[in-house]
């Protein structure tokens, strides 16, 4: 390579900097650039000594810009990080209120369960129904205003925020639908005799049970695959990071791990998650 050339490479260094834009940039491109300029620089010779020192000054103070810039764009990609996380908490904290505990809906199992005095009671005004109505209504209060943050904040939120509040939303939904049909059944059914209603109401709710727990299974499975999955890619990029020829790309290599040991510890927390779900589950059918 001469050193026109080099200059060239410098010259489409300079314009792929110029026109970077805020997280729009595919910097390991300009990375690559920068690298192979870096190697050649030792084997160009330029006509004069001072021609060459201006090229170099010129390379130097591109990198320096890059560097800067990639650091403007990572102190913004952690405050909107932060301003993302609070969104989500708030969403979050929404999506628990709006999950009916567990007392409640064996709450409203137990009204049609339990003696023909107490089912008669449960119907009463200021009774269980009305006490259980009232639990319910409040969660679908805090589940309305979920919705409505997340509408709000959609613009500020970072998009796997976005999908983790949407999610957390979206299960409390199908928990409370569920309470609600539940609690619409057991008003019904304490309208009737006890005896009639107590073996179909027993069998519901244990098809209702081994539903959930079906379908936590069927993700636990997911998940177990998905941590095998990325502990394959965590070696794989252990070795590409060992095997490494230049600090640089061993940095790379390093924030890809990094990015991927986060992966497997969400995943980890999800599978905790859901063992923990399949044990209550399983418990109510003892």
Known sequence: MDSDKLDHLIESLDKAVSGARPFKTEWREIWAKIKEIGGNFKEVRYPTKAGKQDAWDRFQSLVEQVKETQSEEQNQREKMSRGSRD????????????????????????????????VVNAILPGGEIDETLRSLQYCSRRLKEGWQLLSDYKEEMLGKDKKEAFDALNDAKERLDDAWERWKSAKQSA??????????????????????IDKLEERLDRLYSALSHREANLD????????????????RVEGWIDEEEDKIAGIRSKIRDVESWLDEERSRLR
């Not at 628990?96 to 049609?112: Q, T």
């Not at 794989?236 to 940095?251: C, I, P, T, V, W």
Request: glycine content about 2%; charged content about 35%; overall charge positive.
């Open 87 to 118: 969104c989500k908490d708030r969403i979050l904290s929404c999506a628990r209120d709006a999950r009916p505990p567990s007392a409640l809906e064996e709450g409203i199992y137990n009204m049609i369960a339990g003696p023909i005095a107490s």
């Open 191 to 212: 309208k009737e005799a006890r005896q009639q209603q107590r073996q179909a109401n027993r069998e519901a709710f244990e098809n209702r049970v081994n539903d959930r």
């Open 236 to 251: 794989k990029l252990r070795d590409m990071r060992d095997s490494a020829r230049s600090d640089e790309h061993q940095y």
